[in-house]
């Protein structure tokens, strides 16, 4: 163990997006960042499908080679997989990231602006003088940051030790990702209401034209078999797929635990704050937290800056989840929703419901929203920092 601590401004613990994000931003700004992240390479254990949604792709500057083709239709299934509704936008409303080489592309983006990126390096817990004890490959050491930033995921460790609070409402996810050896015409997203396959949520394929990614996600302790045998079965009648495309002989395999509790109310403390899943930042009802650790990234880091460079004290109590988390109403009573559909009966009577001109409209509100994670108030226009004027790539 090194004799002095290393002290950076900000330790991020974790570099999925979130942890990349707020580094990038926080070292763009000039100020000294660790980012540690357990994996040793960026591009493997992902978790993520990847899905980007239009309001994502309109506000943050995404490598678009890191991208696959735009999708513009949504096609959801009830259980007998029989009269679906197709649900087609004029514009282009999801985009499925290429995740390894994106996340790679952040790591670089971080590091140019001056961030010291350390992978293979875990996260231990406190040493005994008000710092952190991190693993690398050199062995144990001390860190001693002015202030930490948890981006360690759904089951954040930092957190706890930060004493903030922490997931407890999670579903779990497993997907198979692989090339498409027979393309077809229109690339879409097609999702199964099935408590069955998914208890709770959705099984889904998505097939962009390039790739397959076929996945189911729900209440662990409700799939009837468990998550792996779920996936099994639904792989083998997964619709939106050519039967060539139905066995791949090789696929990734994705998967890990999603946080739809909504945004968790105490996310920061005089020490540091959480970002992405660790704060809970999913939204409760699509289960998408791409665009909302993005979104509270970027408030994490000008809130990181202002606490850095005023020291105005108190600052980081303004990083409020429960302000914040008020705009998840009504997601988190559809979610509620969502959750009460436990028989193949109860989905396909939703689906009497959905197959109307107003079911209809309500699905394409949600799946086609303008909205996603609400952005915080400081973050909206009329902007008077650079960080809110433009977005800085990502
Ligand atoms: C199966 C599945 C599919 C999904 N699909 C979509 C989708 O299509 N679209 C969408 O918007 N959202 C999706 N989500 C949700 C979305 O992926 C997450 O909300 C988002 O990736 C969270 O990013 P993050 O950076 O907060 O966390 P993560 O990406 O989980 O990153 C946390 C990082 O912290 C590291 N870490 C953890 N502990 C330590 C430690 N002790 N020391 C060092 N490092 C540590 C981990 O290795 C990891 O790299 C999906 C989730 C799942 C599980």
């Not at 942890?19 to 660790?34: E, F, K, Q």
């Not at 994996?39 to 678009?64: A, C, H, Y």
């Not at 083998?236 to 060539?244: E, K, T």
């Amino acid at each position: 163990m090194t004799p002095r601590p290393e002290t950076p401004d900000v330790l991020v613990v974790g570099a999925g997006l979130a942890g990349l994000r707020t580094a990038a931003l926080l070292a763009g700004r000039g100020h000294s960042v660790m980012l540690i992240e357990r994996r040793r390479r960026l591009t493997e254990f992902i978790r993520t499908t990847g899905i980007f949604v239009r309001k994502t792709l309109t506000d943050f500057e995404l490598p678009n080679q890191h991208l696959g083709p735009p999708i513009r239709t949504m096609v959801l299934y009830p259980p007998s997989l029989s009269r679906p509704v197709t649900l087609t936008s004029e514009q282009d409303e999801y985009r499925v990231g290429h995740m390894g080489p994106l996340y790679e592309h952040c790591a670089r983006t971080a590091e140019n602006a001056g961030t010291d990126l350390r992978l293979g390096t875990r996260f231990l817990g406190p040493d005994d003088d008000g710092g952190w004890l991190l693993r690398g490959p050199e062995g144990v050491y001390r860190v001693h940051p002015r202030f930490t930033v948890a981006a360690d995921g759904a089951r954040s460790q930092v957190a706890k030790h930060l004493q903030l609070d922490r997931n407890t409402h999670l579903l779990a996810g497993a997907e198979r990702v692989y090339p498409l050896r027979q393309t077809t015409a229109t690339p879409a997203f097609h999702c199964v209401v099935d408590p069955r396959l998914a208890p709770g949520y959705l099984a889904w394929t998505v097939n962009d034209g390039v790739h397959a990614h076929v996945g189911v996600a729900g209440y662990a302790r409700r799939f009837p078999q468990g998550i792996g045998h779920a996936l099994e079965s639904y792989a083998g009648c997964a619709p939106g797929l050519s039967p060539a495309d139905r066995h791949p002989p090789q696929a990734e395999a994705r998967g890990g635990p999603i946080p739809v509790g909504g945004l968790l109310r105490r996310i920061s403390s005089p020490r540091g704050l959480l970002v992405g899943d660790a704060a809970g930042a999913v939204s409760p009802l699509t289960a998408g937290g791409l665009d909302p650790c993005l979104r509270l990234s970027d408030y994490a880091a000008e809130t990181l800056h202002r606490a850095l460079v005023r020291s105005e004290p108190g600052v980081l109590r303004q990083f409020d989840g429960a302000a914040l988390r008020r705009e998840f109403r009504g997601r988190l009573t559809l979610r509620h929703a969502l959750a009460q559909v436990r028989t193949p009966a109860a989905a396909e009577a939703a689906f009497m419901g959905l197959r109307t001109p107003a079911g209809r409209a309500a699905a394409r509100h949600i799946l086609f929203a303008e909205k996603s994670f609400p952005d915080p108030e400081p973050m909206r226009p009329p902007a008077t920092s650079p960080l809110r004027r433009t977005r800085f790539p990502v």
